[in-house]
């Protein structure tokens, strides 16, 4: 059963272009992330938030800026798109920060093609 | 930093047949492991998650092996059917990591012909 929901599905863009995806959990989570998983398939951790506040930054370019509203909110605005910004970026939340490491529960992704 | 690495990152087996994929790690920390699955345009669904002193952990149709002493970490799916036909992926993190300090093998993606 589907409980972290992203939209849009997918998104076709031109370079430079700003782009913004949205993603809302119902599972009460303290903790959501936002992954990027390239054309191979490989997963890497962007973001991740911890009620509301900035955990995690890894090296992403500027032009990423994650947002959140409240706990179950975490988007993910792109200004000014590049090629290589094309990939599938998946949400995900979980329910523990520290000493078990809880499942990930993740959404279906937001697949961006930049033209 | 932890490094994982995962075989094979193909696999095509026939209806009924094992599947093997393997992950190596290098963080002799590594404490918790984890098997997901996402199928074709779906999310990752979480398969397994195996503690540090489990070796011998069985699914549903699946065992999950861990050699801490080799730093390997295996999935066995057991007569495997079409319904299998998915991307896995292991992940690993150490003791109080959470999901931020996740970090993913490469991907192994399963076809199951009938």
């Known amino acids: 059963e589907t409980a972290v929901f992203q939209t849009p599905n997918y998104h076709v863009t031109q370079v430079g272009n700003e782009v913004s995806f949205n993603c809302k959990q119902t599972?009460?989570?303290?903790?959501m992330y936002w992954y990027k998983q390239d054309s191979k398939k490989l997963l890497k951790i962007m973001f991740s938030y911890n009620n509301k506040q900035l955990i995690v930054n890894e090296t992403v370019p500027r032009r990423f800026s994650p947002q959140s509203s409240d706990k179950a909110h975490l988007n993910l605005r792109i200004k000014s798109v590049e090629p290589e910004d094309s990939a599938v970026y998946l949400c995900?939340?979980?329910?523990?920060?520290?000493?078990?490491?809880?499942?990930?529960?993740f959404g279906s992704g937001t697949r961006l093609t930049v033209l | 930093g932890e490094q994982v690495e995962q075989r094979p990152p193909h696999l095509s087996v026939r209806e009924g047949d094992s599947a093997f994929i393997t992950c190596t790690y290098t963080d002799p920390n590594s404490y918790y492991f984890f098997w997901y699955k996402q199928e074709p345009g779906a999310s990752l669904q979480l398969l397994m998650k195996v503690f540090s002193s489990t070796e011998i952990n069985e699914g549903q149709g699946f065992t999950v092996l861990l050699n801490k002493k080799d730093k390997r970490l295996s999935l066995n799916l057991t007569a495997a059917h079409p319904g299998d036909s998915a991307a896995y992926f292991c992940?690993?993190?150490?003791?109080?990591?959470?999901?931020?300090?996740?970090?993913f093998g490469t991907g192994t993606l399963l076809s199951v012909k009938p």
């Open positions: 599972l009460g989570h303290d903790t």
């Open positions: 995900a939340s979980s329910d523990d920060w520290g000493g078990s490491a809880e499942t990930l529960y």
């Open positions: 992940a690993v993190t150490r003791y109080g990591g959470s999901g931020n300090k996740l970090i």
